[in-house]
């Protein structure tokens, strides 16, 4: 197989007029998106301060021509990769694709507004390189296969993710096939993300994506210069689908290519958690408001979730029953039941709750299990529900979280999920981000629109 060469023909040969409109306009929307979280998290996450105070020590963070969202000034373009990419993901509200259980815009978003601002590219042909690096991460993702890799102890995003960068931001370097090649050779030797952050709640997974944007925008600028990357970096004989999982099915990474556009495929998060905790807190909330419950009337909660869910935010229960830090938290299904149940939403403030004995008793009575009818089904997110309350049980099954591309949120939701998220943290410059972006698809300037 080839699947390297052809994915390199793609995303340096699709011309943005392949591309379906409604494909740049989803595009669009997930950027923005990703925005919303990156400005709050630039405030807000724990982890910013010192991630920022690394690149001033290393003499990374001077003045640049490249924006970070949240930020009053701009950067040189490998760190505002890394910070739109980190403050994008540390709140862990950005979107997910389902299939290959990954966060596309996060490690591909910053990558291509750097190198856009860095070529002079136009808004449709960023956007038009957004969706090409989508593309290549999500069809990476799918081909690695979530549960092996899961289970190899890798973390997609930023795996996969660096491929997507390298793809985005190749294409606005104006990398041809060879070259983008090139790029992918190098993305190989510097795939890297482990899910060991679990074990303490570390801030690992935030870094890890940001360097994945970072990482794919320098690859694809080693291309460009002429450096010489390794071949076949997919399938080869030390290529990452064999190095990082034990199941590969190197056929989905190119199935449809140019027809099938996985981008449409991406949903967009109402709670800023693990995936895998979404659908259990669709379902609980729905309970709570057809029945009127208040934390106390919940004797026992039980959520049936697909085994990576179990692997994420399941196991051990007893300490995803104690979540003390925000990225325990967002990887705690007892504690997204607990803020559920107790406040009838779930949003980045309700972190507040954290080592509340109230919130810690409710977690208690949350038990989390492997459902086998979850397993094999298309998408891995969805639950099983059974829940006693008042003397009464009672069951439910949510296929699909919601925001998935069915449930697809409307410009008006996006946008107050973005007003939410900034509000607190506004200023006279942020402010104008939603009418900025807005306006990129039809900007000769991606650096002008955005200045």
Same mark, same amino acid.
């Given at each position: ?26 595009? $669009?929307? =997930? ?6 979280? !990156? ?38 373009? /490998? ?5 739109? +990419? ?26 291509? =507004? ?29 081909? $690695? ?7 190899? +102890? ?46 303490? +709640? ?40 064999? +190095? ?34 979404? !659908? ?6 729905? =309970? ?68 509340? !004995?109230?919130?810690?008793? %409710? ?23 059974? %829940? ?31 007003? !939410? ?15 900025? =972006?807005? /306006? ?5 300037? %991606? ?5």
């Amino acid at each position: 197989m080839t699947i390297t060469r052809d994915l390199a023909e793609f995303a340096a040969g699709t011309k943005a007029d392949e591309i379906p409109a409604e494909v740049i306009d989803r595009a $669009l929307a =997930l950027m923005t998106d990703l925005a919303g979280s !990156a400005i709050r998290a630039a405030h807000d996450a724990e982890s910013s301060p010192a991630i920022l105070a690394m690149l001033e020590r290393l003499g990374l963070a001077g003045e640049g021509p490249c924006l970070v969202f949240g930020m009053s000034r701009c950067f040189g373009a /490998g760190a505002a990769a890394l910070l739109n +990419g980190a403050f994008g993901h540390s709140l862990d509200f950005d979107d997910t694709h389902a299939d290959s259980s990954l966060h596309p815009s996060a490690p591909v978003v910053p990558a291509a =507004l750097a190198a856009a601002e860095l070529t002079g590219a136009s808004g449709l042909g960023m956007l038009a390189a957004i969706v090409v690096g989508f593309e290549v991460c999500c069809r990476i993702g799918m081909a $690695l296969d979530p549960t092996a890799h899961y289970a190899r +102890g890798f973390h997609p995003t930023a795996t996969a993710g660096t491929f997507g960068a390298a793809a985005a931001a190749g294409r606005l370097l104006g990398l041809d096939a060879a070259a983008m090649e090139a790029a992918f050779g190098v993305a190989a030797s510097q795939a890297s993300g482990s899910l060991q952050f679990l074990e303490n +709640g570390a801030w690992n997974k935030r870094y890890q994506v940001g360097e994945a944007a970072m990482k794919g925008l320098m690859a694809a600028t080693l291309a460009a210069e002429g450096f010489q990357g390794a071949k076949e970096a997919l399938e080869g004989r030390h290529g990452l689908l064999k +190095g990082y999982s034990d199941d590969a099915s190197a056929e989905r990474a190119t199935a449809g290519l140019g027809t099938v556009w996985e981008t449409m495929r991406i949903g967009v998060k109402p709670y800023p958690a693990c995936r895998y905790t979404h !659908a259990a807190v669709d379902g609980l909330l729905q =309970l709570r408001q057809a029945h009127g419950w208040a934390a106390d009337d919940i004797a026992r909660v039980s959520v049936g979730l697909h085994r990576n869910g179990i692997a994420l935010v399941g196991a051990p229960l007893e300490e995803k029953r104690r979540a003390r830090t925000i990225v325990e938290g967002q990887f705690s299904m007892p504690y997204a039941a607990a803020v559920a149940l107790l406040r009838g939403q779930f949003g980045w403030d309700d972190y507040d709750l954290l080592g509340d !004995a109230g919130a810690e008793a %409710v977690a208690a009575r949350v038990d989390v299990w492997n459902d086998p009818s979850l397993e094999g089904l298309r998408h891995p997110f969805g639950a099983t529900l059974k %829940v006693e309350a008042r003397g009464e049980t009672h069951e439910l099954r949510i296929p699909d979280p919601s925001g998935e591309p069915e449930t697809f949120p409307d410009p008006e939701a996006l946008a107050r999920k973005f007003a !939410a998220l900034t509000r607190p943290v506004s200023n006279s410059r942020d402010t104008d981000w939603l009418s900025l =972006l807005g /306006g990129l698809r039809e900007a000769a300037s %991606v650096r002008q629109q955005m200045s």
